[in-house]
């Protein structure tokens, strides 16, 4: 079994109306290679003829998005011309590579009629061969990702990449991450091999549960040694998870603001690219 190295809480940083909690990075932990950034939003409620969500158009290069969208909605919009409205239950899957412009904002049908909202952003690096690779986008709504369902279906594997319990996940990626989210109830109680060489990206959203022996609890980010190759969760009370693990790229991470790169000499270029027009002209 893995031994835990820390827990890091997660810190309370609002958007505007948008109640969101940054699980990474914070004062206590930077990243977890290959895991660069998670913002949760929500859980709360929005008033019918609401503004929505506030991420109107910036640029990315050298990493990937994957979000969550487990209440609400998402519309996605980018300069590569992909354009879709992803629903509860779905994920959106960007990968940034050589650099776009993209928004994500809420429907407006959301605007207009309201309703619960919870939604996870995590940003994941691209390896150095990797970051200046064709933008993609993948929208999927909930009855495109397999499930998995384990411990006599008290436990819910919402299969995003990877491969879980033989089960392979609804994106391919181009490095191997698996990720995935699980819903667990009281009592659950599963064991998962994860090689002790990968890093393990294990989230707390909602619920508390017990794993390799620690309690752990909603908005806790858990780092783990590598020291075992297995994951033994006890769910406490029903959980929602957010799981994923990959081998670190131990390369050189430089990140500002929208742009995560190898080197300062890249973030400058990425910026001038920004600038001349290079990640693509935006239509609103």
Do not use: C
């Not at 859980?43 to 969500?53: A, F």
């Not at 990877?162 to 989210?181: E, F, K, M, R």
């Not at 619920?207 to 783990?224: C, H, P, W």
Request: glycine share 10%; no cysteine.
């Amino acid at each position: 079994m893995r031994t835990i190295k820390q827990q890091h809480r997660a810190v309370s940083a609002p958007i505007a109306d948008l109640t969101t909690f940054r699980a990474l990075p914070t004062e206590s932990v930077e990243h977890l290679d290959p895991f660069l950034f998670l913002n949760h939003h929500g859980p709360q409620v929005y008033r019918p003829n609401n503004r929505g969500l506030p991420f109107g158009p910036h640029p990315h290069r050298g990493f990937e998005t994957v979000t969550f969208i487990l209440e609400g909605d998402i519309l996605h919009k980018d300069s590569s011309g992909h354009e879709s409205v992803i629903e509860a239950g779905g994920i959106q899957w960007m990968t940034a590579g050589s650099g776009l412009i993209h928004a994500e904002v809420s429907s407006d049908n959301f605007k207009k009629e309201g309703g619960p909202l919870e939604i996870l952003q995590l940003w994941v690096n691209l390896p150095a061969k990797d970051k200046m690779v064709e933008p993609r986008y993948i929208g999927l709504q909930k009855d495109e990702i397999p499930t998995v369902k384990l411990d006599d279906g008290r436990v819910t594997v919402h299969a995003v990449s990877g491969n879980w319990a033989g089960t392979a996940g609804a994106v391919q990626p181009l490095a191997d991450v698996q990720l995935a989210w699980l819903n667990l109830q009281a009592g659950a109680r599963i064991t998962l091999p994860i090689a002790a060489a990968r890093t393990v990206f294990f989230y707390v959203v909602r619920g508390s549960l017990r794993v390799n022996g620690t309690d752990t609890k909603a908005l806790q980010l858990v780092e783990f040694n590598h020291d075992g190759d297995a994951l033994t969760i006890e769910a406490s009370t029903d959980t929602v998870l957010l799981l994923g693990h990959a081998l670190p790229f131990n390369e050189p991470i430089v990140s500002y603001g929208p742009f995560v790169m190898n080197s300062e000499a890249e973030i400058q270029q990425a910026y001038r690219d920004y600038q001349r027009g290079a990640f693509g002209t935006w239509q609103g």
